[in-house]
């Protein structure tokens, strides 16, 4: 079965950077959408930022658009979200999804396949 985890949340104070990572397991994920979505409490899920499974174009939410960069390294399989200059009001669950359709692009993709999530919490 196909999976994907996610790392790399943690606790920081507001100005710094994390980077989280999506791992994914049981298939290629260079060839797939994958977003990266954000859900803080009482709040909706809201995707931030998506790399394309067709040509690797990127797009990201008006909210994290200059601080934050998803890029994809495939040898390790892996999806990466590097998150700088963090703001309290980023503090959140952050997952990665996937839609599992080949070289589909971010704005058709149906993320159907989603990670446990990792916790980011940015102190004021």
């Known amino acids: 079965q196909v999976q994907l985890v996610e790392s790399g949340g943690g606790l920081v104070q507001a100005g710094g950077s994390l980077r989280l990572s999506c791992l994914a397991l049981?298939?290629?994920?260079?060839?797939?959408?994958i977003g990266w979505f954000r859900q803080a409490p009482g709040k909706e899920r809201e995707r931030v930022a998506c790399?394309?499974?067709?040509?690797?174009?990127?797009d990201y939410a008006d909210s994290v658009r200059g601080r934050f960069a998803v890029s994809r390294d495939n040898d390790d399989n892996t999806v990466y979200f590097q998150m700088n200059n963090l703001k309290p009001e980023d503090s959140a669950v952050y997952y990665c999804?996937?839609?599992?359709?080949?070289?589909?692009?971010?704005?058709?993709?149906?993320?159907?396949?989603w990670g446990h999530g990792t916790q980011v919490t940015v102190l004021a």
């Open positions: 999804a996937t839609d599992l359709e080949y070289g589909r692009r971010c704005h058709t993709a149906d993320f159907t396949t």
């Open positions: 790399i394309s499974g067709k040509d690797d174009v990127t």
């Open positions: 049981r298939f290629p994920s260079r060839s797939y959408a």
